[in-house]
């Protein structure tokens, strides 16, 4: 069982970049597809971005962030990362980490098993 840790978070103002870092524990990163997902108030969790288990190690991003974030992975520290730039309000919203056993279909909820604790984002001026 892994446990994901977020970090990172903060208030930021519009155009503005910021970096979340998820930090696993009790079961290596490298074993899992990784992802990123958000709820802003009043909404529903959506998907934000995910980097597969597969060889290709391929990517995938909600159109809102695409261009803007950029999910990666260091193996060797058990932590991934999500690069945010050019924020806008929008995107504010607390942040989850998100572990799958699935390479496909990440934009799922349902797919991952394990979740960290949010951190909150805020892009304000």
């Known amino acids: 069982q892994v446990q994901l840790v977020e970090s990172g978070g903060g208030l930021v103002q519009p155009g503005g970049s910021l970096r979340l870092s998820c930090a696993a524990s009790?079961?290596?990163?490298?074993?899992?597809?990784m992802g990123w997902f958000r709820q802003a108030p009043g909404k529903e969790r959506e998907f934000v971005a995910a980097?597969?288990?597969?060889?290709?190690?391929?990517?995938d991003y909600a159109d809102s962030v695409k261009g803007r974030f950029t999910i990666s992975r260091d193996n060797a520290k058990n932590t991934v990362y999500l690069q945010m730039n050019s924020l806008k309000p929008e995107d504010t919203a607390v942040y989850y980490c998100?572990?799958?056993?699935?390479?496909?279909?990440?934009?799922?909820?349902?797919?991952?098993?394990?979740w960290g604790q949010g951190t909150q984002v805020t892009v304000s001026s």
């Open positions: 009790g079961g290596s990163i490298s074993s899992y597809s």
């Open positions: 998100a572990a799958s056993p699935y390479g496909s279909r990440l934009n799922i909820e349902g797919r991952f098993n394990y």
């Open positions: 980097t597969a288990i597969n060889l290709s190690g391929s990517t």
